[in-house]
């Protein structure tokens, strides 16, 4: 069974920093490419970054490019989520997803739980 935990939200302050870990375990994590998408209420999910299998291609959404940093460390079947300069809109469920192919889209095979980040003004 392929389970995908995530930790690490809670409250911040404008400019402040979280990161957000995300444990795969039942699946391969070196044939697994990592991504992480975001619900705000009232909004569609949408897509934040993605990593490939070792790392060496990483996409990011134009909204959180240059202040949040994708990462995994495949001895530990963990990614990582480096959220910096954070804004109040950045506000939302965090999820985790696992899938076997690179893509910006949500049809991920895998999701997390979520986590909640709250960034206040």
């Known amino acids: 069974q392929v389970q995908l935990v995530e930790f690490g939200g809670g409250l911040v302050q404008a400019g402040g920093s979280l990161r957000l870990p995300c444990t795969l375990s039942g699946r391969t994590f070196t044939s697994s490419v990592m991504a992480w998408f975001r619900q705000a209420p009232g909004r569609e999910r949408e897509f934040v970054a993605a990593?490939?299998?070792?790392?060496?291609?990483?996409y990011y959404a134009d909204s959180v490019k240059g202040r949040f940093t994708i990462s995994r460390d495949n001895a530990k079947n963990t990614a990582y989520l480096q959220m910096n300069s954070l804004k109040p809109e950045d506000t939302a469920v965090y999820y985790c997803?696992?899938?076997?192919?690179?893509?910006?889209?949500?049809?991920?095979?895998?999701w997390g739980q979520g986590t909640q980040v709250t960034v206040s003004s």
């Open positions: 990593i490939g299998w070792f790392g060496s291609t990483i």
């Open positions: 997803a696992a899938d076997p192919q690179l893509k910006r889209t949500g049809n991920y095979n895998y």
